[in-house]
């Protein structure tokens, strides 16, 4: 069990098993705040804070807790980090806290926290839980700004707009005008362009995986005429 | 023999329970206490940046912040909710004030503004604080998107006449935006509502409170 390597965990949290687009957990922040790439990376960036965090917490305390209350103790042990984490963005991001607004605090009831403490934390070491959360929330994190950047290029024409809120005043420079005067696309800031653009992801995703696949079978097929 | 080793694991789990409720109170009290300095001192800022974008800093000298009443009226400003006024003074005179007023009636919801009025009645500028309405739209009224709110600037009852005070559709002088009509009209009302207000207050709301400056 203990022995799963890094390079797995990496894999297994970034494309595999992602969170957004494979496991689907956590599909009302990510299809609410995805508008932007600077939205989609400034929520994606505090539930890996969170993730990180409750994961080497979790690990910690796995030979401590009875299994019977492990589920409560979850629940407080996330709580209390993104409480944590809400008061720091407030305190220190407070503009782009303004945006994401109830997000934050809903990050307590994104599955994907509670899910890899139970199903990854619980069981291994702190080392591999940090990696594991690391992953997991990075993966996240590329959802939500792959579909951030889709749905803002498409709806009105920019990439990284409003930057300064997350990187400061270097941000403002960030900002890149895709298209001049673009008239801009309503369906796709909307909540059914979220839906959709997350649909083509996946589909996106799918393909490149079938095509791993097949390739991978025709090696293998070729291998053995060879062997034969 | 069972019953009691029953009773000493839920013994055990409430005290795991309870430890990790302490040290979960714990943290986040420990963040609370260290961070509330800033997050008030960056919704301070945060607050003086958009007032002073509407009254530039050196058009007074009081502590905006702290000179502040709140009116309500929800029959002549349209809202039940409580408008904050700040003045702004300089060697204690009247010189503008700013409110927080709300229009009540947006296309998806209330739009949160901020007017200033100078003393002598004109618009020294609006903003909109907050507002859900639809984007592409409506969110023309947002400084981000459109420049439309800037038109308010410098405006006064008597400029446009009562008349004036409308979207052009309804036969005023201000834009409404292609397919959104609700948000701009909503605004508009909100703002000539808040200017008659201050007419018929005008007295309250410039009033020289010299003895609460020396309080703030």
Known sequence: ?228 | MAEDSVARDMGIAALILTGFAIAGTGLVALTYTSTRDSIDAAQRAALEASLNALIPADRYDNRLIEDRITVTDPVALGTPEPVVVYRARKAGQSVALLATTVAPDGYSGPIRLLIGVYADGTLAGVRVLSHQETPGLGDGIDLKRSTWILSFTGKSLDNPESDGWKVKKDGGIFDQFTGATITPRAVVKAIRRFLEYLKAHRDQLFAPAASKENAA
Not at chain 1, 85 to 100: C, G, Q, S
Not at chain 1, 138 to 145: E, R, S
Not at chain 1, 172 to 201: E, S
């Open chain 1, 1 to 228: 069990m203990s022995d799963i390597s890094f390079a797995r965990i990496l894999k297994d949290g970034l494309w595999t098993n992602n969170t957004g687009l494979v496991a689907l957990l956590g599909l009302c922040p990510l299809l609410a705040t995805s508008n932007s790439v600077v939205n989609g990376l400034g929520l994606g960036l505090a539930t890996t804070l969170v993730l990180l965090t409750s994961n080497v917490a979790v690990s910690l305390i796995r030979k401590l807790v009875r299994p019977e209350v492990r589920i409560p103790v979850f629940v407080m042990v996330i709580a209390a980090l993104v409480t944590a984490v809400e008061l720091a963005m407030h305190a220190f991001l407070l503009e782009l806290y303004d945006i994401l607004g109830i997000f934050i605090p809903l990050i307590v009831t994104n599955c994907c926290v509670i899910g890899r403490a139970e199903a990854f934390a619980f069981k291994n070491g702190v080392l591999r839980s940090a990696v594991d959360g690391f992953a997991t929330g990075l993966g996240f994190t590329l959802a939500l700004v792959a579909l951030g950047a889709l749905r803002e290029a498409l709806g009105q024409g920019t990439l990284f707009s409003q930057a300064e809120l997350l990187f400061g005043e270097v941000g403002r420079a960030m900002t890149l005008q895709l298209i001049d005067n673009y008239r801009g696309f309503l369906l796709a800031v909307l909540p059914p362009g979220a839906f959709i653009g997350l649909g083509l992801l996946i589909a996106l995703k799918n393909l490149f995986d079938a095509r791993a696949q097949r390739r991978a079978a025709r090696k293998s097929v070729a291998l053995r005429e060879i062997s034969a």
